[in-house]
């Protein structure tokens, strides 16, 4: 008896082994910013022989260190490959046109069901799916988190907060200009890093405990003039915030960025306007310790510079 116990111990301890050393976690877009913020805090988490990097320009996310499989979203049967042995995917939201995402989002889900993959993880937004220029994005992708959600697997969505980076991307041009200029008013924003984001994103991965819901990750919200103030502290600058209207600042996105991505940042800065970029976190739940504060954002980016 006391054999068969000791036997059975052992084979039970043998299969919980083989489960999580050949376990595989699959990222897409992982040449992008995002992506490959995940794929790094994985491969520190898991090991790097568990991560799959998939990426529409495989040559591009070759730097990771990790296999790398072909992945377009627009192409089903690059995902029918790509996910052959995978047991959980982390879908990045795409970039494209709202209407064509949900069926480029569509190919990931049906390859994943189709190829048993068991855990599906999505990286939404936060935001309102209707009333202003940025919420045909939203609504796109609470589409995909329904498909998401009605697909069988097991899951998880987290709705991101705005990214620091691009402001701090953009501060030659607000140097140049003297301040930052959109229409904001004085409406707060919750901002995050993909840096922060890839933190949680590796525990929704990871921890099954978190399946079945959705999190809002983001830190503290704060109103753009914070956030130029804070950035005139690390930086050591005298920038001014300036809030003009909606409309001449979708018309100024536009010709700078063209109509498509011109009219998604004005409808972001819209949106803020409104209060609709505004909300409770969920990130201390899911990453199991609080998301770092705004200047230490912002010092993160400016070390890593
Ligand atoms: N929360 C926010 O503030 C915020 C801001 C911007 C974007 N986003 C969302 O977050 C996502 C990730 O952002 P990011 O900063 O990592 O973007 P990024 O650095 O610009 O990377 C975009 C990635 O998408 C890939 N891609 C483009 N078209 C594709 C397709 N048809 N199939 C597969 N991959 C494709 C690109 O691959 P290649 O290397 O082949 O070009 C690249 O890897 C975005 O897609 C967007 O949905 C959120």
Redo the contacts with the bound molecule.
Sequence with gaps: MAYFHLYFTGYFIDICLSNTTDMKIAV??????????IVKQLKQEIGKEHVIA????PQ??AFLDVEVRK????SKSDFDAALKGVDAVLL?????HPDK?IE?HRNVIEAAKENGVKKMVY?S?MGAESGNAFSP?VAS?RQTEEDIKNAGLEWAIGR????I??DLEYLETYKKEGSIINCAANGKCAY?S?NELAYAYCQLLTNDKLNGASYNLFGEAITQQQLTDAINKVYGLNLSFKSISVDEYIKQRQAALGDFLGTVIGG?YEGIRNGKFNGTSDFTKVAGRAHLELDEMIKGYQQNE
């Excluded at 897409?28 to 913020?37: P, Q």
């Excluded at 992945?71 to 627009?74: E, I, K, M």
């Excluded at 990045?92 to 494209?96: I, K, L, P, Q, Y």
């Design positions: 897409t877009t992982a040449s992008g910013s995002l992506g490959s913020a998939i990426a529409r320009t591009k996310a992945g377009d979203y627009n990045v939201s795409g970039m494209d995402r480029q990286t937004i994005v992708n991101n907060g705005i990214y980076e691009p995050t993909r972001i």
